[in-house]
């Protein structure tokens, strides 16, 4: 089954300890994106990647950082979480970053940061 | 910059009702539209699509044209369930993506 699977479904951390959620596509889509979803505010763009070893910054890149090292894998790293940092977060990839793809999205992994 | 507004909700229908969610765009050049849904607990999923002017995508019974001398690409479904709720999602794509914020559909029995 064609799918974007992200890891955690659920983590509550405290401040200032590193955690990594992952995300991989069995599609072999080139584009990947991290997006964070909070009420009132709809989904934002964290960091995206147009292929391997491309990444850029999105609208809210601050506290987050990527990698991008296989064309499947792109994992969300907060090296040191704080509690603005709570929030339902979604990977999407799509084939290409071409106006006419669609996205694929995980599940979302939602963080607590305490 | 491009933006994409739709109406906020929540929007409560009753089942079998005929439902529109508004969206209209603005952009500097022509972007894909695309309507998304989000069940409760679950990722967004894409519904439909339109690429270009007058297109009109089509999925589930849910149906929405790209009105490009309007800018909308409003959503339509001519009978509502109520497994239809969720939230909607309208986006644009050209360069980047954009999104809308959402609007919570409630469909009552």
């Known amino acids: 089954e064609a799918q974007v699977t992200q890891n955690p479904r659920y983590l509550i951390t405290v401040t200032g300890k590193k955690l990594t959620v992952t995300c991989s596509q069995n599609?072999?889509?080139?584009?990947m994106s991290w997006y964070r979803q909070d009420p009132g505010l709809g989904l934002r763009q964290i960091y995206y990647s147009m292929n391997v070893e491309a990444t850029d910054k999105g609208d809210v890149p601050e506290g987050y950082k990527v990698s991008r090292k296989e064309k499947r894998n792109f994992p969300l790293i907060l090296e040191s979480p704080s509690p603005n940092q709570t929030s339902l977060y979604f990977c999407a990839s799509s084939p290409g970053s071409g106006a006419s793809y669609g996205y694929t999205f995980g599940s979302g992994t939602r963080l607590t940061v305490v | 910059g491009d933006s994409v507004t739709q109406m906020e909700g929540p929007v409560t229908l009753s089942e079998e009702a005929f439902l529109t969610i508004n969206c209209t765009y603005t952009?500097?050049?022509?972007?894909?539209l695309f309507w998304y849904v989000q069940y409760p607990g679950e990722g967004l999923q894409l519904l439909l699509k339109a690429t270009k002017a007058d297109d009109k995508g089509s999925n589930k019974g849910f149906e929405a044209t790209y009105r490009k001398e309007t800018t909308s690409f409003h959503l339509e479904k001519g009978s509502v369930q109520v497994s239809d709720s969720a939230v909607y999602f309208c986006?644009?794509?050209?360069?980047?993506?954009?999104f809308g914020k959402g609007t919570r559909l409630h469909i009552l029995p």
């Open positions: 986006a644009g794509r050209d360069d980047k993506i954009i």
């Open positions: 599609m072999n889509h080139e584009y």
């Open positions: 952009a500097t050049g022509y972007p894909s």
